[in-house]
């Protein structure tokens, strides 16, 4: 297995619940970390927790393509190419289809989709000069499942999982390996403004969702885990 310390790793959505956890296993495995997403407050505060200095935190909307340069610029002054990227950031509108409006539905896109291909345009290149590396997205299991009241969530991690698939056949000439992790209910800030009765209390850790991630992280040179999905044991659906 891969060991990950002196391995540099960018991290998106680090702001997260998941992303958060995520972090905290991988510096603790000794990953030299960027840390990157929207929520500033949320970064400054995990990066002081970890001792990571602000050159290693970027904080913007990566939906914009000037953010994304702006991104790319100050970890390559910094780092080089990522030997794995992590996206753990994304959007969640959950409401039914009369309620969602136009401008909800493009916003979810513009995230869960737009950004993702922005992050992969501009940081794929450096990885495939080196013909290695490790891109881990997490398209949650409403990527595979769809629910009532999802059609934004679902069909812009549906629209991931097929960019992704899409870009993995790119890549077959090359180390560069992509893993999608398809999660079930994680218990973190994602659901709190989200209007539905759920059990919080049944659903995975952050913790828990970052052990795997970190697992993820350790794959083998000789092979690729190419998905995972990862539920609550009630929630079995897959």
């Given at each position: 297995m891969e060991q990950l310390r002196g391995k540099n790793v960018l991290l998106?959505?680090?702001?997260?619940?998941?992303?958060?956890?995520?972090?905290?296993?991988?510096?603790?495995?000794?990953?030299?970390?960027?840390?990157?997403?929207?929520?500033?407050?949320?970064?400054?505060?995990?990066?002081d927790t970890l001792g990571i200095g602000a050159d290693h935190v970027f904080a913007g909307d990566l939906s914009k393509p000037e953010q994304v340069q702006a991104l790319s610029d100050k970890y390559h002054s910094v780092m080089p190419a990522p030997d794995i990227l992590i996206n753990a950031s994304g959007t969640g509108i959950i409401k039914p289809m009369e309620q969602l409006s136009g401008d909800e539905f493009l916003q979810t896109l513009n995230d869960n989709l737009y950004s993702p291909f922005l992050v992969l345009?501009?940081?794929?290149?450096?990885?495939?000069?080196?013909?290695?590396?490790?891109?881990?997205?997490?398209?949650?299991?409403?990527?595979?499942?769809?629910?009532?009241?999802?059609?934004?969530?679902?069909?812009?991690?549906?629209?991931?999982?097929?960019m992704l698939q899409s870009i993995r056949e790119e890549l077959k000439r090359t180390e560069v390996r992509i893993t999608t992790v398809y999660m079930g209910g994680v218990d973190t800030p994602f659901w709190d403004t989200i209007d539905l009765r759920v059990q919080r209390d049944k659903m995975i850790r952050e913790e828990e969702a970052a052990r795997a991630i970190w697992f993820l992280c350790q794959q083998p040179t000789s092979a690729v885990v190419s998905e995972m999905v990862l539920q609550p044991f009630n929630h079995q659906a897959i």
């Open positions: 998106i959505g680090a702001g997260g619940g998941i992303g958060s956890a995520t972090a905290k296993q991988l510096h603790a495995s000794g990953a030299k970390l960027f840390l990157a997403g929207r929520n500033a407050a949320g970064l400054r505060q995990l990066a345009k501009s940081f794929l290149p450096g990885m495939k000069e080196r013909k290695t590396g490790l891109i881990i997205h997490i398209p949650g299991v409403l990527g595979k499942v769809p629910m009532a009241g999802a059609a934004a969530y679902s069909a812009s991690k549906y629209g991931l999982v097929g």
